[in-house]
């Protein structure tokens, strides 16, 4: 397996850019399409020789896991894409594996991983990452109450390591399920508390609950705010 950077960085992505991975052997498949950047093409190409690739396994339709899917199509037109909750369940050949499909539902509603079974390894996209935290885009068909039932599900099947979309492959993956639960618990309860104090729109809960939040993040935290806020409403919790 190669880990390949996207070479898109910026402020979101991180400073390598968005990850995939390729998976040599039998039926070469990669994880994640990229932003179509020639380069990034171009590394997918030397990793694999002389032999075509064969699937890409997306997993999720934000611009920058997918962007990179016409650029993959016209340098191997046969490639084959599986991007959508339908496969849910199915086992993808991939290199000299299968790769099983699990839907994780939370940051985008098409949110796929993809798990070997045999080493155990989790391909998880935007579900977690090490270096920063996952934002949860209410605007965007995200729902917090999906992403930590996805969190849970994911912690039930224990990985051996956690494949993200962006930051560093995780040895630990229990240990960083937990974080990421424990700090979307702990940031409801902040919400609730901004609430129980008047704030009443998700403007007002960032400026009581997130401390020196660079102004470029403000819009992000807002939506993050409307997901946990319709959570609140769908267990019928008012203030």
Known sequence: MLLLHARNA???????????????????????AGVGDPAHIQDIAAGLGDVPLATVLITHGHVDHVAGIPALAARWPAVRVVRTADAAGSAIPAGDTTLRVIPTPGHAPDH???????SRDLFCGDLL???????IPASKGGHMASYLASLRAVRALQPRRLLPGHGPIVDDPQALIET???HREEREAQIVRALKAGARTPAEIVARVYERLPASLVAAAEDSVRAHLVKLEEEGRSF
């Open 112 to 118: 796929l991983c993809f798990l070997d079974e045999d």
């Open 129 to 135: 990452r090490a270096d920063g935290s996952i934002v």
């Open 10 to 32: 910026s402020s979101w992505t991180g400073p390598t850019g968005n990850n995939t991975y390729l998976l040599t052997g039998r039926a070469p498949a990669l994880v994640d």
């Open 180 to 182: 990421y639960i424990r």
